[in-house]
């Protein structure tokens, strides 16, 4: 990704995460929803929410990874962003499997 593609502000970006996050598992739940929106606006969740829309897997974390050395170029940033991925898991009650192993992914990759 070029710089000129990095525009999302960091909020836009968390919130791509999120919704990121929240899809693993293949379920997209109320709590789910109602987690990332009670922490962004309603304009936000529907540009990222589209954002992630256009993109499939591959691309959402090519995407997500584009971004690396804008906001998680240290391990304090990357340690934020991993505790806001494991929370959006925990929304809807249940931590899968399939979580689990994004989140160990996620750790070695950034």
Same mark, same amino acid.
């Given at each position: 990704?070029?710089?000129?593609?990095?525009?999302? %502000?960091? @909020?836009?970006?968390?919130? /791509?995460? +999120?919704?990121?996050? %929240? @899809?693993?598992?293949?379920? /997209?739940?109320? !709590?789910?929803? %109602?987690?990332? =929106?009670?922490?962004?606006?309603?304009?936000?969740?529907?540009? +990222?929410?589209? #954002?992630?829309? =256009?993109?499939?897997? /591959? #691309?959402?974390?090519?995407?997500?990874?584009?971004?690396?050395?804008?906001?998680?170029?240290?391990? #304090? %940033? =990357?340690? #934020? $962003?991993?505790?806001? $991925?494991?929370?959006?898991?925990?929304?809807?009650?249940?931590?899968?499997? +399939? !979580?689990? !192993?994004? +989140? @160990? /992914?996620? !750790?070695?990759?950034?």
């Amino acid at each position: 990704m070029s710089e000129e593609e990095l525009k999302w %502000s960091y @909020h836009e970006f968390l919130t /791509f995460v +999120m919704i990121y996050a %929240s @899809h693993v598992d293949m379920e /997209f739940s109320d !709590e789910e929803m %109602s987690n990332i =929106k009670s922490r962004v606006d309603q304009d936000v969740f529907d540009k +990222m929410y589209t #954002e992630f829309d =256009k993109r499939n897997d /591959f #691309e959402a974390l090519q995407t997500i990874l584009g971004y690396k050395k804008l906001y998680f170029p240290n391990d #304090e %940033s =990357k340690n #934020e $962003i991993l505790k806001t $991925i494991k929370l959006q898991f925990f929304a809807d009650g249940d931590y899968s499997p +399939m !979580e689990r !192993e994004l +989140m @160990h /992914f996620f !750790e070695k990759l950034m």
